[in-house]
């Protein structure tokens, strides 16, 4: 059963950073891709970055040059550095693994201007 744990959510001041993190368990973070996703309120969930087993990566728009997501096999998790944070980036952030299909329960970030 695959199972993944997200960390790191918390209040930031607009320009700061967090960095959050996705434990796996039951699957290889380095064989899947993992996505971490958002959903702000009264909004509908969006992808906001994956990573591959090949290590590619992508990001929405939104976030592209400020968003990082990266892995540690060692470590069996992934993360997503979050830099120049704005007030519109408050939303709970999830963690996916696409094979099988696992959510995670989710991580607040909030962004106060």
């Known amino acids: 059963q695959v199972q993944v744990v997200e960390s790191g959510g918390g209040l930031v001041q607009a320009g700061g950073s967090l960095r959050l993190s996705c434990a796996a368990s039951g699957t290889a973070v380095s064989i899947n891709i993992m996505r971490w996703y958002r959903q702000a309120p009264g909004k509908q969930r969006e992808m906001v970055a994956f990573?591959?087993?090949?290590?590619?990566?992508g990001y929405a728009d939104s976030v592209k040059g400020r968003f990082t997501i990266s892995r540690d096999n060692a470590k069996n998790t992934v993360y997503l550095q979050m830099n120049s944070l704005k007030p519109e980036d408050t939303a709970v952030y999830y963690c996916?693994?696409?094979?099988?299909?696992?959510w995670g329960q989710g991580t607040q970030v909030t962004v106060s201007s």
């Open positions: 996916n693994s696409a094979f099988p299909s696992s």
């Open positions: 990573i591959g087993s090949s290590g590619n990566t």
